[in-house]
């Protein structure tokens, strides 16, 4: 069983910054890619950001030159720097993985969520 915990979120102004982890513990063999989805009520889950494991990032075009996602292979952690924040950012925050079984295949873990509301 693999677990993904996200903490760091809350509320901020707007133009602030907060920044998110996501760790992922348990029975894991290898963790390919890591990201970060957003859900606000009434809408669809949306990516926001993802990372292999080798580094390379891919944003959302409403995230670019704002949020950064990076990882720490060895402590299977992902994380999202959000800076000059706006109200529109506000949404339940979900980290994914894409996990190679030990046994073969591939499973994609979901985390709890974690709350960002940023006020006006």
């Known amino acids: 069983q693999v677990q993904l915990v996200e903490s760091g979120g809350g509320l901020v102004q707007a133009g602030g910054s907060l920044r998110l982890s996501c760790a992922a513990s348990?029975?894991?063999?290898?963790?390919?890619?890591m990201g970060w989805y957003r859900q606000a009520p009434g809408k669809q889950r949306d990516l926001v950001a993802t990372?292999?494991?080798?580094?390379?990032?891919n944003y959302a075009d409403s995230v670019k030159g704002r949020f950064t996602i990076s990882r720490d292979n060895a402590k299977n952690t992902v994380y999202l720097q959000m800076n000059s924040l706006k109200p529109e950012d506000s949404a339940v925050y979900y980290c994914?993985?894409?996990?190679?079984?030990?046994?073969?295949?591939?499973?994609?873990?979901w985390g709890q969520g974690t709350q960002v509301t940023v006020s006006s």
């Open positions: 994914n993985a894409d996990r190679v079984r030990a046994a073969g295949g591939i499973e994609v873990d």
């Open positions: 990372i292999t494991r080798g580094g390379i990032t």
């Open positions: 348990g029975r894991i063999f290898i963790i390919n890619a």
